[in-house]
């Protein structure tokens, strides 16, 4: 093939991901800090970062040999998001980007535990994103829905505060209870009567999953706590077994590529087992975790894994519709969403079809 049609095709297949409605569900609001927003806090607080360049920064705080040290990038920024304004900030820049990534529902991380383990008043910050968030949403461009995230390392009492705080903002737009940080820290059975709680509360459960830990952690997240979702659960691939039984109880997996491989996780990104996964029929998902830490967006990593996955415009539209359709909104609020989808990508097919002929 000339790399004249290379490059025609290539920017096709841009314009389609372009073009194409998206939904991320594996979003952190913390990590979706951009340099510059990170380095006006740091003037603000006057903290040892506020002379650094954004450049500076994408090269030494936002760069990590490992996701431990990744954690301990997002302590650093967790401290630099002191006040309910902060996070009314964050929210308005995330609302920008989802816009810009033509991304119509996305559900975003939270975690209650990490400015209140700082000394921040919880409460207030938590009433300002969810009042913020229904902001957002009143401009019609995207629906946001928040999952509450307990810290493994904080341990049990914290995890506890932050599913009462789930449960009490239901209504508000929480729509699960989440479990994230560290999973080699502490046993997932230590958390299985809180998950339990807030199952029976209708939150749904997320886990982080299968990241650094081994398949194990995967089967203790879906046996133990009972969740409808996985984080990441790129490990689940070393397990035949587990592979099927995901496929089977149809429990989708977040993959986060950039993310992965910027932590060291699974390196390098063309051996990430996303490509597996999905021909053997797991659902799965494309998201970016953190996308300010990460330097990443979503259609970046709608590229990534056509360069590396070998996907087609047919596949990428699936992907596209697994969003929603592993999404926790109420079924017929999730049914509308996806016919929208759906005709959103048949009206997107026939211009292509038509630009082809």
């Not at 902060?86 to 209650?112: C, G, M, T, W």
Request: glycine content about 6%; hydrophobic content about 40%.
């Amino acid at each position: 093939m000339s790399s004249t049609n290379e490059e025609k095709i290539k920017a096709s297949l841009g314009a389609y991901i372009r073009a194409l409605p998206k939904a991320e569900i594996h979003l952190h609001l913390e990590g979706s800090i951009h340099p510059e927003r990170f380095l006006s806090l740091s003037r603000k607080y006057q903290t040892e970062y506020q002379n650094l360049s954004p450049k500076e920064l994408e090269e030494t705080l936002f760069k990590y040999d490992d996701f431990w040290d990744f954690l301990g990038t997002f302590k650093v920024v967790s401290q630099h998001l002191r006040e309910p304004q902060d996070y009314i900030d964050l929210v308005n820049d995330l609302h920008k980007y989802l816009v810009r990534q033509n991304i119509r529902y996305s559900e975003v991380f939270f975690a209650p535990s990490v400015p209140a383990k700082l000394g921040f008043d919880v409460g207030d910050i938590i009433a300002a994103i969810l009042s913020q968030g229904r902001e957002v949403e009143k401009q019609g461009e995207v629906q946001l829905r928040w999952i509450f995230d307990c810290v493994r390392q904080f341990g049990i009492e914290s995890a506890q505060q932050t599913a009462q705080l789930a449960v009490e903002n239901a209504e508000e737009g929480v729509v699960a209870l989440g479990l994230g940080g560290d999973e080699m820290v502490s046993p997932t059975q230590e958390f299985e009567e809180i998950f339990s709680w807030a199952r029976a509360h209708q939150l749904h459960i997320h886990v982080h999953a299968g990241e650094i830990g081994g398949p194990s952690s995967v089967w203790d997240a879906v046996q133990v706590l009972g969740a409808d979702r996985i984080g990441h659960g790129i490990q689940a691939a070393r397990d035949p077994k587990l592979i099927e039984y995901l496929k089977n109880h149809t429990i989708a997996l977040d993959v986060c590529l950039t993310s992965n491989a910027k932590t060291k996780a699974w390196t390098p990104v063309a051996q990430n087992p996303f490509g597996l996964l999905f021909k053997r029929g797991v659902p799965v998902t494309l998201s970016t975790d953190d996308p300010g830490l990460f330097s990443t967006d979503l259609e970046e990593e709608y590229r990534i894994a056509c360069r590396y996955f070998d996907l087609s415009k047919s596949d990428l539209a699936y992907i596209s519709m697994q969003g929603v359709r592993s999404s926790f909104l109420p079924y017929q609020d999730r049914m509308t969403l996806m016919q929208d989808f759906q005709d959103t990508i048949h009206q997107i097919n026939q211009s292509c079809n038509s630009e082809a002929d």
